[in-house]
């Protein structure tokens, strides 16, 4: 079970503010010797703008006992609710960023097996658990429930992604399949089969019309809704593709990441099946993620440097690095209020970092999901 780790919290320094308001309203003397002009002059007595500092060190640090370290595995994901999914060995746990309660959902150790993904539906009231026998387990959250068990897969399923009430699972039997939850999956399956090895990853794109998906075979499929063939394939990478993530900013443009022989982060034009932008970012790369307020993505990084970096797109500079994991980083969540990560490692830790902007009507009213103030 998940037990809180003491973690002091981070100290916020005061910014020292200047009152420019008189000498902003006092009238330039008509006899200044100043070349610059009086617009100038005031523009260059104005506040500056104060620069966003990302915290270097995490706000809060949780326990995670027999979080695998398993590059293809998923076993990290936080809900729309603020809760957070953690599998560890045969159970799921569920820890609320509100209270900081801890709950144990289920236990697969009575049934011989073992959890290796998780994933959260849109609304955040059910939760699917992909296991090591290559079931899909369909829990009600708040009733602690399994409502239903989706067989097909013969091989663990690492990857799930949720799109409504059709939940896709990538398994390492090579396949995807994609079942409506509602209904019996006779009627309702649909098997994509184009991997040549192990699925690790599976996100759907924004407008919910597109399924990219990784693998193991180093390629890189999109999928149209009503596709049973890819619409586009991507084979740049040099070795596994787990890491993916949409833009939610820009329309069509997605990101993948390539494991420790590849170490590369490429964006991809969709919209035109073209490569975009790349960068070596110097080791493997196990996750993405896009902040929900600006043109920033976050990934967390495996051999041999175990770092989180934050990016601006499209420029690709370096925003920030975050270390303190002594194990690869293979697990990445962000929080409902889009300001707030999570990380897991091998190192059985998970660590809460503040690395994205408010959104911009956050910046005068306290979000109520903000974390740092609500879980510390």
Same mark, same amino acid.
């Given at each position: 079970?998940?037990?809180?780790?003491?973690?002091?919290?981070?100290?916020?320094?005061?910014?020292?503010?200047?009152?420019?308001?008189?000498?902003?309203?006092?009238?330039?003397?008509?006899?200044?010797?100043?070349?610059?002009?009086?617009?100038?002059?005031?523009?260059?007595?104005? *506040?500056?703008?104060?620069?966003?500092?990302?915290?270097?060190?995490?706000?809060?640090?949780?326990?995670?006992?027999?979080?695998?370290?398993?590059?293809?595995?998923?076993?990290?994901?936080?809900?729309?609710?603020?809760?957070?999914?953690?599998?560890?060995?045969?159970?799921?746990?569920?820890?609320?960023?509100?209270?900081?309660?801890?709950?144990?959902?289920?236990?697969?150790?009575?049934?011989?097996?073992?959890?290796?993904?998780?994933?959260?539906?849109?609304?955040?009231?059910?939760?699917?658990?992909?296991?090591?026998?290559?079931?899909?387990?369909?829990?009600?959250?708040?009733?602690?429930?399994?409502?239903?068990?989706?067989?097909?897969?013969?091989?663990?399923?690492?990857?799930?992604?949720?799109?409504?009430?059709?939940?896709?699972?990538?398994?390492?039997?090579?396949?995807?399949?994609?079942?409506?939850?509602?209904?019996?999956?006779?009627?309702?399956?649909?098997?994509?089969?184009? &991997?040549?090895?192990?699925?690790?990853?599976?996100?759907?794109?924004?407008?919910?019309?597109?399924?990219?998906?990784?693998?193991?075979?180093?390629?890189?499929?999109?999928?149209?809704? &009503?596709?049973?063939?890819?619409?586009?394939?991507?084979?740049?990478?040099?070795?596994?593709?787990?890491?993916?993530?949409?833009?939610?900013? &820009?329309?069509?443009?997605?990101?993948?990441?390539?494991?420790?022989?590849?170490?590369?982060?490429?964006?991809?034009?969709?919209?035109?099946?073209? *490569?975009?932008?790349?960068?070596?970012?110097?080791?493997?790369?196990?996750?993405?993620?896009?902040?929900?307020?600006?043109?920033?993505?976050?990934?967390?990084?495996?051999?041999?440097?175990?770092?989180?970096?934050?990016?601006?797109? *499209?420029?690709?500079?370096?925003?920030?690095?975050?270390?303190?994991?002594?194990?690869?980083?293979?697990?990445?969540?962000?929080?409902?209020?889009?300001?707030?990560?999570?990380?897991?490692?091998?190192?059985?830790?998970?660590?809460?970092?503040?690395?994205?902007?408010?959104?911009?009507?956050?910046?005068?009213?306290?979000?109520?999901?903000?974390?740092?103030?609500?879980?510390?």
């Amino acid at each position: 079970m998940m037990k809180k780790r003491l973690a002091s919290p981070i100290e916020r320094s005061s910014f020292l503010k200047f009152n420019m308001r008189s000498n902003l309203t006092e009238p330039l003397s008509p006899y200044s010797v100043s070349p610059l002009s009086a617009s100038s002059q005031k523009l260059l007595r104005s *506040p500056r703008k104060p620069v966003r500092k990302i915290p270097k060190v995490p706000y809060k640090v949780l326990d995670a006992p027999e979080l695998q370290d398993d590059f293809y595995l998923n076993l990290v994901d936080w809900s729309s609710q603020n809760m957070l999914s953690v599998g560890l060995g045969s159970c799921v746990y569920l820890w609320s960023a509100s209270t900081s309660q801890v709950t144990r959902l289920c236990d697969l150790s009575t049934e011989s097996d073992s959890v290796t993904s998780v994933g959260w539906s849109e609304k955040g009231h059910w939760m699917a658990v992909g296991t090591h026998k290559g079931s899909v387990q369909i829990w009600d959250v708040q009733a602690t429930k399994c409502v239903r068990v989706l067989e097909g897969h013969t091989a663990r399923v690492g990857a799930l992604a949720w799109n409504g009430d059709m939940l896709s699972s990538g398994s390492r039997d090579r396949s995807i399949l994609q079942r409506d939850t509602r209904i019996s999956p006779q009627f309702t399956e649909r098997r994509l089969a184009a &991997h040549r090895q192990e699925v690790c990853g599976l996100k759907w794109s924004p407008d919910n019309q597109y399924l990219a998906s990784g693998g193991n075979d180093n390629k890189l499929f999109v999928w149209s809704l &009503h596709s049973l063939q890819p619409v586009q394939t991507y084979t740049e990478h040099i070795a596994a593709v787990k890491a993916i993530a949409w833009s939610p900013h &820009h329309h069509g443009i997605l990101a993948s990441g390539g494991g420790t022989a590849d170490r590369y982060i490429r964006f991809w034009n969709t919209l035109t099946g073209q *490569p975009m932008q790349s960068v070596d970012t110097g080791s493997q790369v196990c996750n993405l993620a896009w902040s929900k307020h600006a043109s920033e993505l976050v990934s967390t990084h495996g051999y041999s440097q175990n770092q989180i970096l934050v990016w601006k797109y *499209p420029s690709l500079s370096v925003v920030a690095k975050l270390t303190g994991h002594s194990y690869r980083v293979l697990y990445l969540a962000v929080s409902p209020d889009g300001e707030s990560i999570v990380t897991g490692a091998g190192d059985e830790t998970l660590r809460f970092w503040n690395v994205f902007s408010k959104a911009q009507n956050q910046k005068e009213s306290r979000s109520i999901l903000n974390l740092t103030t609500s879980i510390r």
